[in-house]
Every structure is written in C-alpha cells, then in structure tokens.
C-alpha cells in the first residue's frame, strides 16, 4: 500500500530564538521540500526582545507571523498557531529542534487509520550519542500516573504506542488537535502541557505513536540554562504536576493521590529544605476552579464522542500492544 502524503501546517512557537530559527528554518524547510508536500510555517512569536519577528519578516516573508502582544507562555503561543492552522496535518516544531532530511518520511503512513491522533520521532542529543525523547511507557508510582520511561521496538515494521507526543516534534491530525482546543492553558507559562493533551486525546479512543526511524536533534539554549538556575522552574514544573493529576486521576485514586501529595510528597521536600514546594502548592490550590472546568470541558468532550476511557486505558492499550514484541528498554 502506497501512503498519501497529507499536508502540514508547522507550527514554530519562539522566544528570543532568533539565533536558532537562523540555523534551523531552513533544514526545516528542506525536510518539507524533500517530502515534496503541501504546508505552510506559521511563527508566533512571543514577544521577543531580540529582532526575531525583524528576522523573518525580512528574510521569510511567505511564512505566516504572528506576534503576541504580551508574553504569554508556551501553550496559549502554539494556540494562536493551531487556531488558523489549515493543512490536514499540524506539526509542533521547537525552535531548538533540527530535523533530518527524511524526518516526514515514516509518518504519514500513520494517518491512515482514521483513529491516529498523532505521531513523533526519535529526539536525539546534539552530539548523536543519546536519545532524550522516545516512546512513553506509563506507569503509577503509589497514586501518582506518570510517564518517564522511554522504549521503542527493535522491530521498525512494528508500531510504538506513546502515552503523549512531545511537544518538541508532534505531528497531529489538525481536526483532533482543534476539536481539543489545543493545549490547555492552565499549565502556562511551560510544563506538562504536551502530557496533558496526550491523555487528553487517548481519553477520546484516540492512538498516539512513536516513530523510531524518524529523527531529529535537541538544541540546548544557553537561555534555558539560565532560567533553569532559579526556583521558579522548579516551582512551576511541580505545580504543573499537581494540576496533572488532579485533572486526570478519578475516583478513590485522586483521593489517594490527594494524600499523598500532602504526606509523603510535602513532607518529604520540607525535610530537604525544598521549601518552594509550598509555593509551589499553593498555587496549584488557587487553580481549583480551572481544574474543574478542564476536568468538565474532558467529560462533555466524551459525551460528544460517546467514549469513557480513563487512565486504565492508556496503560492497557500500551501493556498490551508492546505483548510478546522486541522491546528496548531506556
């Protein structure tokens, strides 16, 4: 069977990455060209201070630019994106993130099952020698769902369920990504956005997957280094876990859950002198009322498509199809 290409709709969020959308635009554009598809770059720029919109209105003026008028966080910048998308296919492209040439090549096959949801690829560190983002196998840890270990298949004819697409390099059915309005902005300004969607999408009867052939390297910015050296990066990423759980567990479990998070989790960082984790749940108390209504905007958005997965699910649908396979372990 011949796979029909789709059309891509790019979507490029940037931050002050003027430097790196000058080195990697154009291998992105060459991937693209090579492919010999239909698709347009939308950029939305983030308000940056460092000539990135001056960058690409003077040197790419057929991609598409949107500027926001503050700075807004990760989620809310891919929204404008995915809002005026109009290809069949929209990618979520870093700024940070060079593809090989062939990098499309082996994904379109995915497309053609109507309940594919998404596809991404092998994230690989600069140097070649690692790979950072793979399949994602999930997992509780007491009542906790997390999904941080990696595998893929040794067998590259065998398809790969992933618990969430990175939002590095997700390529995704633009009708499903629109009906799910996008990222949810309750995680901004950054973190955990691209699992929620996941889960989000799995929980629709929706199939995520992971191409191993497909590859492409991670850029590490000096800037996020920096940012990375105060509490609030630390502060954030454990208020976005909280509020990922809280969204997503149900019943006896998120009570469980609850539990822990104000025992062994809290008590646990005070002994360590983390004492930002206060802060950190604190805020997660002050988003009660938006993680109810992502918790409500899920349900409705089920009764629509008439499914009742939950969690369980993922975790079956990815137990069971890794059964009796090759699996690599990372």
């Not at 008028?69 to 993130?97: H, M, P, R, W």
């Not at 390529?171 to 956005?193: A, H, M, S, V, W």
């Amino acid at each position: 069977m011949v796979n029909r290409k789709n059309s891509i709709s790019v979507i490029l969020p940037n931050f002050n990455g003027k430097h790196l959308m000058e080195m990697y635009i154009p291998v992105t554009i060459e991937a693209l060209n090579f492919s010999s598809i239909d698709y347009e770059i939308i950029v939305v720029d983030d308000c940056s201070t460092d000539g990135s919109s001056q960058f690409i209105e003077q040197y790419y003026p057929q991609l598409i630019l949107i500027k926001n008028a503050v700075n807004s966080g990760f989620s809310y910048t891919c929204n404008q994106g995915i809002a005026i998308a109009s290809k069949e296919l929209v990618f979520l492209l870093n700024s940070d993130v060079k593809l090989t040439k062939t990098y499309f090549e082996e994904q379109f096959k995915y497309f053609d099952c109507d309940n594919t949801f998404g596809v991404m690829g092998r994230i690989m560190n600069f140097d070649g020698k690692k790979i950072e983002d793979a399949a994602r196998f999930p997992s509780y840890k007491g009542s906790k769902f997390k999904a941080n270990t990696f595998y893929y298949l040794e067998n590259e004819n065998e398809r790969a369920l992933t618990c969430y697409l990175s939002g590095a390099n997700a390529l995704i059915n633009r009708e499903k990504l629109q009906l799910l309005k996008g990222f949810d902005e309750i995680y901004t300004p950054f973190y955990f956005e691209d699992f929620d969607l996941g889960l989000r999408a799995w929980k629709m009867g929706w199939s995520l997957y992971y191409e191993h052939q497909s590859i492409c390297y991670h850029h590490v910015s000096s800037s996020t280094n920096m940012v990375n050296a105060s509490n609030f990066v630390q502060i954030t990423y454990n208020r976005n876990s909280f509020i990922l759980q809280s969204i997503h567990l149900n019943g006896f479990i998120r009570k469980m859950w609850y539990l822990q998070l104000f025992t062994i989790i809290l008590i646990g960082h005070l002994i360590k002198g983390d004492f930002w984790i206060l802060k950190s749940i604190g805020t997660f108390l002050h988003k009660k009322c938006e993680i109810t209504q992502s918790r409500d905007n899920i349900h409705s958005l089920q009764q629509k498509l008439q499914v009742k997965h939950g969690l369980h699910h993922i975790l079956s649908a990815i137990t069971l199809s890794i059964k009796d396979k090759k699996v690599k372990w990372l």
